[in-house]
């Protein structure tokens, strides 16, 4: 019966996400442009402990990706001393990624971008329709893992 159904773009589902993540990391690219970092590159030092590092193989499937598809990123936050590699202490096949004085300036530039989204996503949505919303995103989420 749906399938006879005609959908316009904006009337799916993942063109709305699509669109909306788009206009999202648009918007998060312009800002990160002004500290001379990227959206990408400031996603992985949010997601780098500041303390203890990170193991490299945690990084990547925060981005749903496979390890070897951020190398190229790494490779170029080390170059711009963003970040430095170490044996983990623990297991020495493993390496963690650090971060560097400069790196944590940048993740902080980074967390205080993504709160002031996030505050003003807030003040014109109420919390009602935003308990809504992540429902709906775990659920079309869950929905397209089974699907795999």
Do not use: C
């Amino acid at each position: 019966m749906l399938e006879n159904i005609k959908l316009k773009p904006e009337e799916t589902v993942d063109y709305n996400i699509k669109a909306a993540w788009h206009a999202i990391s648009r918007m998060y690219n312009a800002q990160a442009a002004k500290y001379d970092i990227t959206a990408s590159i400031g996603f992985i030092l949010l997601n780098i402990d500041a303390e203890e590092g990170t193991p490299a193989t945690k990084i990547a499937p925060l981005y749903g990706l496979e390890a070897r598809s951020i190398t190229r990123t790494l490779k170029s936050m080390e170059g711009r001393g963003l970040i430095y590699r170490e044996q983990d202490l623990h297991d020495k096949r493993s390496v963690r990624i650090h971060l560097t004085e400069k790196g944590k300036e940048k993740k902080e530039v980074a967390r205080k971008v993504v709160r002031s989204f996030n505050f003003s996503v807030r003040e014109i949505i109420p919390e009602e329709q935003l308990k809504v919303f992540f429902e709906v995103v775990r659920k079309v989420t869950r929905l397209v893992e089974e699907m795999r």
